[in-house]
């Protein structure tokens, strides 16, 4: 089995990568991650996160697979797992949970671009990361030259994608490729915790906000002003929204259990206390 999935009783999926020698990325392994988002789909989970069994998050495709192909065939081959690993990150990033990335050790290539997939990562002392690409003679997969653009600019994109220089987790930290880094003992703990905190929370408003954020470099400041205010109009309407402003007037924790429509119940996030009250 190359990947690992369960939906524990809030509705957080935790999807484990654990193929060992690096989570190398073979054909298998890219279905693997397509089924995973698929399940998650069909569950209507409240929030994903993603994880690498072992030392390293995930070394990219696996260049000993490829090797054993010529041609036509290995042309074929990579088509098949760009598909299917392609299939997955469109899954996942059209959910309205949001998506956690916890990755330590190694992250290279396409391991690089699942980590930039996040909504929320974050990332071991220990981790380190590559583009690694153009290295082999390869070009980018994965949403990396997508991501990256979006994440750190373009000139630092190209940077990293040109020269495949490793970048450590402060240095990834300082670029905006990660948004925390901890210590790797404290990794699973606090990406574990951030991921079920979202799992509790607003599902629907966090949906339109990731799409909100996406679309927000295509398109004008008028229109997106425009588009803002519909999505606000219609979220203050909806039983979300109106559970969050009952909740926060009368001081106690809001409880979004079902009003999503998603299959999963839980209960509510964080509410700040009576003394901190504002919008």
């Not at 260049?63 to 996942?92: C, I, Y």
């Not at 396409?110 to 583009?131: E, I, K, N, Q, R």
């Not at 300082?174 to 979202?198: C, D, F, M, Q, S």
């Amino acid at each position: 089995m190359r990947v690992t999935v369960e939906v524990d009783d809030d509705g957080l999926a935790r999807v484990e990568m654990c193929r060992g020698a690096g989570n190398a990325i073979d054909l298998a392994m890219a279905r693997a991650l397509l089924d995973a988002a698929q399940e998650c789909e069909k569950a209507r989970v409240r929030a994903v996160l993603l994880t690498g069994r072992g030392r390293s998050f995930c070394v990219g495709g696996d260049l000993k697979e490829f090797a054993g192909l010529s041609g036509g065939r290995l042309a074929d081959h990579l088509t098949e797992v760009t598909d299917a690993l392609h299939g997955a990150l469109r899954l996942l990033a059209g959910l309205d949970a949001p998506l956690v990335v916890a990755a330590q050790g190694a992250v290279a290539g396409a391991g690089l671009g699942l980590l930039a997939a996040a909504d929320v990562s974050l990332a071991s002392t220990d981790a380190g990361f590559t583009a690694a690409y153009t290295a082999i003679g390869y070009t980018p997969d994965a949403g990396v030259s997508w991501a990256l653009p979006r994440l750190v600019g373009p000139r630092r994109a190209l940077d990293l994608l040109l020269t495949n220089r490793r970048v450590t987790s402060e240095e990834a930290l300082r670029l905006g490729l990660v948004g925390r880094v901890v210590a790797p003992e404290r990794l699973t703990e606090e990406a574990v915790g951030t991921a079920r905190a979202l799992a509790r929370g607003a599902t629907s408003a966090y949906g339109v906000t990731r799409r909100l954020v996406t679309r927000a470099l295509s398109t004008d400041l008028a229109e997106h002003l425009d588009e803002e205010s519909r999505h606000l109009a219609a979220a203050a309407a909806s039983a979300e929204g109106r559970e969050g402003v009952t909740a926060f007037v009368a001081g106690r924790r809001p409880n979004f259990r079902g009003l999503d429509g998603g299959g999963t119940e839980s209960g509510g996030g964080n509410f700040p206390g009576a003394e901190d009250r504002a919008i």
